[in-house]
């Protein structure tokens, strides 16, 4: 592995068409052809933003006016390592056009880490951004509680939940309860009839997971694993965490994503103290994968969650409102 790092500052152009800018690279760089996301390296004295900023200008002629930090990723290619600040770009003046000889073009976020020809470092953050903001955690809790959930589930879906873990560690009869079964699989339905996906938390069975859309690993199941478990392409791994060493392991596992927590106070838990919203940023940055806020959000946090850095907010009572 080379010895030095090189800062990178890429920006992930978004419209509300759902859109992302893609650039290929000019035929006097190296890989030549392949496309990317647009950004470039830090100079001295710049921060990120800084850095965005003048390169956006310099290599699409955009004047950025709004955007926020995500996933710090470091990439190793066979004669450099890049560390690699994605941003999240929603505000700019101008239309981007090629200042470079690099050609330029709008592509589905659907389908954008499709994109043949693809920049290695550049199909991770397109992955990422199939993630919705939200992240849901059940809490039917019992038999008794299962049809006001569905009601709560179904008016959320309505509302475009498209991310929901399984999680029921108080079901009566425990968490392989029979009837806990059936309940997962009649929100499977409704979630899937709305295209939505659903996660099992590692607290349940492991034959579950074949049922659903992938797993939810609780901390200390994460730190007991040597690597990924195995599933399905289509599937997803989510890591519950708390510190750095979780979202160091979650790496380790190629996780899709981390949720962190807790950030702030939270109704089932008054006397815990939340890590707050500054010592989320400094884990996020470190972090190398898209996280998501727990402990005390709602909608009215999740700009904040993203302002930090945060993919977005997860919860198990705010999701609900």
Not at 104 to 123: F, G, I, N
Not at 244 to 258: C, G, I, T, V
Request: charged share 20%.
């Amino acid at each position: 592995m080379p010895d030095k790092i090189i800062d990178v500052a890429v920006g992930v152009l978004l419209r509300d068409d759902g859109t992302v800018l893609l650039g290929n690279r000019p035929a006097d760089k190296p890989w030549p052809g392949w496309w990317e996301l647009p950004g470039g390296k830090l100079e001295p004295g710049e921060s990120v933003m800084q850095a965005l900023k003048r390169e956006l200008k310099e290599e699409i002629d955009i004047e950025m006016t709004e955007a926020t930090p995500w996933v710090t990723y470091v990439h190793n290619y066979p004669t450099t390592t890049v560390r690699l600040a994605f941003c999240r770009v929603t505000g700019w003046t101008g239309e981007p056009r090629g200042l470079e000889n690099q050609q330029l073009q709008w592509v589905d976020l659907k389908h954008a880490h499709e994109t043949p020809l693809l920049l290695p470092a550049t199909y991770p953050p397109l992955r990422w951004l199939q993630l919705p903001e939200l992240y849901a955690i059940s809490s039917a809790g019992s038999p008794e509680g299962l049809p006001a959930f569905l009601d709560r589930l179904d008016k959320a879906l309505e509302n475009g939940l498209r991310l929901l873990q399984w999680r029921e560690p108080g079901w009566p009869g425990g968490t392989a309860a029979p009837d806990l079964k059936v309940a997962l699989e009649t929100v499977l339905a409704r979630c899937h009839a709305r295209g939505a996906r659903v996660l099992i938390n590692s607290v349940h069975p492991e034959s579950w997971v074949s049922l659903a859309d992938g797993l939810h690993l609780r901390a200390n199941d994460a730190q007991a694993c040597i690597k990924r478990p195995a599933l399905e392409k289509h599937q997803l791994l989510g890591v519950s965490t708390h510190n750095l060493s979780d979202l160091n392991q979650a790496r380790k596992l190629e996780a899709d994503f981390a949720v962190l927590s807790p950030v702030l106070a939270t109704p089932s838990h008054p006397d815990a103290i939340g890590m707050g919203w500054e010592h989320f940023a400094e884990l996020n940055q470190q972090a190398g994968l898209p996280v998501y806020a727990l402990g005390g959000q709602s909608g009215s946090t999740l700009a904040k969650a993203k302002s930090v850095g945060g993919h977005g907010i997860a919860g198990i009572r705010g999701w609900i409102a």
